[in-house]
């Protein structure tokens, strides 16, 4: 074939699309869910500062909010008294706005991480109610002022009830009395009137805790304090929670008033000694080998368990969408998620919807389906 048959027969080729070349690329979860609530994952500071690039780019891909995991807690944000540390909180809200994400404020008034200084004084004498009310003041003045109009809502307290629905006998509650609960969120509303508030808690399936919760927002409402939502962390497991009870807390929320969130999804794939459910950060164990099944990966029948569980959850999600704002997977990847080292450090989990190797795992095409 001469040259200019040759150019001409190539030049045409090009312009022929070949089929299939410029592929319509999958919706994900937040194209499709996202229609529904928002869709989140719980960042951490690699991440946010780009160290972790390819986390940053899964969560800009398949996710329309983040939450902090730890840099706004108090003991990291606020370390000493008068002392904040904001850069990687700066950095968290920066990513976000950068990447069209909604950001959320996590957490306020929590027992664990909180500022080591908050509860005592120079001597190490517990402080007394008016010294920390006062700081509790600053503290939620101070971090919910700094992104005020930048966060769309706080979790104010985190897990201030046991599961039997009694108090938490925190320092909050030891020194201040119940009342800290509606002083922490009127401060927090005084510092972002238009910032949605919420109150964040685990095992929230369980009933005596579910009628605490509801018997709070009543109080706070009749308080006149300004309550949006509440978080289900939902620190799942493949027999926990009983999925009746995980919906009755959903409709006796709702009932309330408020909206609801699943604010920390995730799912224990590992054998756990005793009854470690939910996710009392403070339970530990050793490490035992046969506590560690999957090392090597999720046998078939795991995965298949893995797939059928997680379905479970989004399908009660899909049936709740109009009393549900935000499902929030608390991590990005498998390989950063805390489930590798609570309640036994050093453990390979998988209890997140992105694995090691950053790729969506393909439950995730069936929970799209669901919502399409
Ligand atoms: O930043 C320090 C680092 O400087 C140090 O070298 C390292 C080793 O000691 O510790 C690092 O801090 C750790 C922090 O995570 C950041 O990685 C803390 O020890 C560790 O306790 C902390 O764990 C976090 C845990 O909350 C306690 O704050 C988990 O990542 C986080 O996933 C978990 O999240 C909580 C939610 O906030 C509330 N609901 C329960 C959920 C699970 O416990």
Request: charged fraction near 25%; proline fraction near 4%.
């Amino acid at each position: 074939m001469n040259k200019r048959i040759l150019s001409i027969a190539l030049a045409s080729l090009m312009l022929v699309p070949v089929a299939g070349v410029a592929q319509k690329s999958q919706p994900t979860m937040k194209d499709v869910l996202g229609k529904y609530f928002l869709i989140g994952a719980a960042v951490n500071v690699n991440t946010v500062w780009n160290r972790d690039a390819k986390a940053a780019e899964v969560v800009k891909k398949n996710f329309n909010s983040i939450v902090a995991e730890n840099c706004m807690k108090g003991e990291e944000i606020h370390p000493e008294e008068n002392v904040y540390d904001w850069k990687d909180a700066d950095q968290t809200v920066k990513f976000g706005e950068e990447n069209g994400l909604t950001v959320i404020g996590h957490c306020l008034v929590w027992h664990s991480q909180a500022p080591k200084w908050m509860f005592v004084d120079k001597e190490g004498k517990t402080v007394s109610r008016e010294v920390l009310i006062d700081r509790m003041y600053h503290h939620i003045t101070e971090v919910v002022g700094r992104y005020k109009g930048r966060i769309k809502g706080w979790d104010v307290i985190n897990e201030a009830f046991n599961d039997d629905g009694t108090y938490r006998e925190t320092p909050y509650y030891k020194i201040i009395g119940p009342e800290y609960f509606e002083l922490a969120f009127k401060f927090a509303h005084a510092a972002d009137p238009d910032a949605e508030l919420y109150y964040n808690d685990y095992s929230m399936s369980k009933p005596e805790k579910r009628e605490a919760v509801c018997r709070l927002v009543r109080n706070l409402k009749a308080k006149g304090c300004r309550i949006d939502a509440v978080g289900m962390q939902s620190h799942n497991g493949l027999d926990y929670p009983d999925l009746t009870d995980y919906e009755n807390s959903i409709k006796a929320l709702a009932k309330e008033g408020v909206k609801v969130q699943f604010t920390e999804l995730d799912l224990n794939m590992l054998p756990n000694p005793q009854n470690f459910g939910g996710a009392e950060i403070s339970q530990h164990a050793n490490y035992m080998k046969k506590m560690d099944p999957y090392k090597k990966g999720l046998t078939k029948n795991a995965q298949k368990q893995f797939n059928e569980r997680y379905l479970a959850f989004f399908k009660i999600y899909k049936k709740y969408a109009k009393d549900i704002e935000r499902v929030t997977i608390w991590g990005v990847d498998d390989g950063t998620s805390w489930l590798n080292d609570w309640p036994i450090p050093g453990r390979t989990n998988y209890g997140l919807l992105i694995d090691r190797n950053y790729q969506v795992k393909p439950v995730v095409k069936d929970i799209i389906k669901l919502f399409e």
